[in-house]
């Protein structure tokens, strides 16, 4: 069959099943637009901006463990859509991102709209390509999905000249893949995982600390059956939450900055670490000289290049995480005592009984806390969660009770505001059952407001909750602890009426003062099924807590702070 | 932790990019590059570089496997036994005695390579370390001009 590189671009994505593109068309892409209006098998979103576009894609993806598509044209389009990339590559989202570029005639001369594309995408992609022959372009595709899906998930950044995609060329999509300088590891070395498990059963206070590879490699079921075997405790991190429930009797929370007292203590108390898919992240591991300084360390995970990054790792183990578990499982359930455990558990139970996570309610001032608890009280499992960042996104890491994988959507390593509204219409895409609610800031729903407009053009009801305190929070709370309340450039005070805003758009909006108001305004957005922004006004000077000084160790944590 | 010197040799696809994505590798991730040499492995889709490197041996480790996750990176080989060369050129002004320069190429397995009106050029090939030592000794014929490659090394 012989057909152009534009139509090969829309034969690859149906050979892979791609059912939704999120994009943005302009003139070095027209030919791929021009066979997308031609085609009926998958949908296209236009989102109002390309960065919306590639947060929408991963949003999808998080939520559905697809690949995500998103599609962009040249110069200030590709350069747009970067931040997305970045945002994909730091959390490890599986991504393929089809930018059109100048012809390759003009490649090089600084035409109209040229900018260097994949020289700009290396350093944020796990792969790119440049195809300069549609020949090309049935296998750079097929590789693309591959690796993007593959080993350790990221985005991959296929840039497509417009001369190519009028190419006219022999389209085969049955050639095998074949990648010899690309073989990610899936089952780890069974010598070493006898060697870990040997160490668990050794161990005394032995901890699990889960990380976002577990929810990528969908290992979930399996590492709640391995903590109930061996009656361990865990703790998650932020990109892990929601793989055990929330109510399981040994999840012991977050660790990190704001992680709870327990979460931290216990890692600074462990002596075998059991590191499942986690990367020992600045903002998890606090002062690095006195992280789990008693502990010997597992560390498994699918990419080499995460063990011993940051922390010495005395039980290496590359490989899948779900393949691994499931090894040493098999090998535990004979070998592992739970009484073992016991007395460490207590303590452990001690640390959350001593500090639990919690606020204080205030008789006139709605506490952004309770507003997450009570969106899980009325929601619970009927919600996907995405978050933007600041304040609001660690109260819902802290507050909300996630009960399974991929119910939590937030931009974790990058941590990019904007990222929420934008990800949240991509997961209402993928899982349309479910409510698709969209905690955010005041600062941050800016950051994409114009998306709006595509979700309420293509009825995506998304619900945003702005938990809204006049001020970029997270950085206020730095000033007021680190810069002795020198709040500078972070008062936003001044604001748009966000109910006229929703409406301008054609979505609805509410004002929220109390308990009684947002049940309300939750519940008439729910029932309507339309875009929706509630604006919370929340207590202006909460602050996260408790929370780990960056640089500090975890087990010197501010448990409270008193205003004045 | 203290930096030590490493030699590294990566077998790459030789394709569009592939070296760019090594150096923003390096440069991205704070590595240190003392030295790069690059050229394709002849009746092979291959090319073949060898990078001379330093840092502690963490950032050493991080390094082999950073390459190692490049999608078009077939090979590392951190060397440990490694018969290593490098190459130098320099250019001498036929005021010097020939024979005095001569005798101390000759010492560091070199020789003229051409001479022409008023220069000639001499060629050494040699480890990093006699290479250093050489340079120190022809300083005294005042160089007018000296070209230094970087390492090729072979496993033992
Ligand atoms: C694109 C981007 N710019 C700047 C920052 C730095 N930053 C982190 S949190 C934050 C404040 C966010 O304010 P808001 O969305 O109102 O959330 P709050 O902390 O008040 O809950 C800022 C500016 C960022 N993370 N991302
Ligand atoms: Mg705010």
Not at chain 1, 512 to 517: L, P
């Amino acid at each position: 069959m012989k057909i152009s590189g534009a139509q090969m671009v829309i034969e690859a994505l149906i050979a892979e099943n791609v059912d939704t593109v999120f994009g943005y068309p302009g003139g070095a892409i027209m030919n791929i637009y021009d066979e997308i209006y031609k085609q009926n098998s998958f949908k296209h979103i236009l989102t109002r901006h390309e960065q919306a576009a590639v947060h929408a894609a991963e949003g999808y993806a998080k939520v559905s463990g697809k690949v995500g598509v998103a599609m962009i044209t040249s110069g200030p389009g590709f350069t747009n859509a970067v931040t997305g990339l970045a945002d994909a590559y730091m959390d490890s989202v599986p991504l393929v991102v089809i930018s059109g570029q100048v012809p390759m005639s003009l490649i090089g001369t600084d035409a109209f709209q040229e900018i260097d594309a994949v020289g700009i995408s290396r350093s944020c992609t796990k792969h790119n390509y440049l195809v300069t022959d549609a020949k090309d372009l049935p296998r750079v595709l097929k590789e693309a999905f591959y690796i993007a899906s593959s080993g350790r998930p990221g985005p991959v950044h296929v840039d497509i000249p417009k001369d190519i995609t009028a190419q006219i060329e022999v389209f085969d999509y049955s050639t095998p893949i074949h990648l010899e300088t690309y073989k990610p590891t899936i089952k780890g070395n069974v010598r070493q995982i006898k060697k870990a498990v040997m160490a668990i059963k050794e161990a005394k206070r032995p901890l699990f600390y889960i990380g976002g590879g577990a929810i990528n490699s969908n290992a979930a079921q399996e590492v709640r059956e391995f903590v109930k075997m061996t009656g361990i405790p865990a703790v998650e991190t932020f990109m892990a939450r929601g793989t055990l429930r929330y109510d399981d009797p040994l999840l012991i929370s977050m660790p990190g900055m704001h992680g709870s007292y327990a979460a931290n203590m216990a890692m600074s108390e462990t002596d075998l670490m059991i590191s499942l898919g986690a990367r020992f992240d600045d903002r998890v591991t606090g002062k690095l000289s006195e992280f789990a300084k008693h502990a010997k360390i597992i560390h498994v995970d699918v990419d080499p290049a995460s063990i011993s990054k940051i922390v010495k790792v005395d039980y290496p183990i590359v490989g899948d995480l779900r393949h691994v578990v499931k090894n040493m499982m098999e090998i535990a359930s004979s070998v592992i005592e739970k009484e073992r455990y016991e007395p460490w558990l207590e303590s452990v139970e001690h640390f959350d009984k001593l500090h639990p996570l919690s606020y204080k309610e205030d008789s006139d001032k709605l506490k952004p806390q309770w507003v997450i608890q009570r969106v899980g009280e009325l929601l619970g499992e009927c919600a996907n969660i995405t978050t933007d960042v600041g304040q609001h996104q660690m109260w819902t890491a802290q507050f909300y009770p996630f009960s399974r994988p991929r119910q939590l959507i937030s931009s974790g390593g990058l941590g990019t505001m904007g990222f929420g509204f934008p990800a949240a219409i991509g997961v209402k895409v993928a899982d349309f059952e479910r409510v698709s609610i969209n905690i955010t800031g005041d600062g941050s729903i800016l950051m994409n407001i114009q998306e709006l407009m595509t979700a309420v053009e293509k009825k995506i009801p998304v619900i945003n909750i702005i938990l809204n305190n006049n001020f970029l929070g997270m950085v206020r709370q730095w000033q007021t602890l680190f810069y002795d309340k020198r709040h500078s450039e972070t008062d936003l005070s001044m604001q748009p009426d966000f109910v006229m805003l929703a409406k301008a758009f054609g979505g609805i909006g509410y004002v929220v003062h109390t308990k009684e108001e947002f049940d309300a305004a939750l519940n008439d957005a729910v029932e309507k099924n339309i875009v929706a922004m509630i604006d919370v006004r929340i207590d202006r000077f909460e602050n996260v807590m408790p929370m780990v000084p960056s640089g500090g160790s975890l087990f010197n944590m501010m448990l409270e702070y008193k205003e004045k | 932790m203290e930096a030590v010197r490493r030699v590294i040799s990566v077998v790459v696809l030789n394709e569009a990019s592939v070296l760019s994505r090594i150096t923003d590798l390096f440069s991205g991730r704070g590595y240190n590059i003392t030295s790069l040499t690059v050229a394709p492995i002849p009746k092979s889709k291959y090319s073949r570089l060898t990078i001379v490197t330093s840092g502690s041996m963490r950032v050493i480790e991080q390094i082999t496997k950073q390459l190692h996750k490049l999608i078009p990176v077939l090979k590392v080989i951190e060397h440990c036994d490694a018969v290593e060369k490098e190459m130098v050129l320099v250019k001498f002004s036929s005021d010097n005695s020939i024979s005095d320069i001569e005798t101390i190429c000759s010492a560091y397995n070199g020789k003229i390579v051409n001479a022409g009106d008023g220069f000639f050029i001499a060629l050494i090939a040699d480890e990093s370390q006699r290479m250093d030592n050489f340079l120190d000794a022809i300083e005294r014929f005042h160089p007018k001009e000296i070209v230094r490659s970087g390492t090729v090394a072979l496993e033992r």
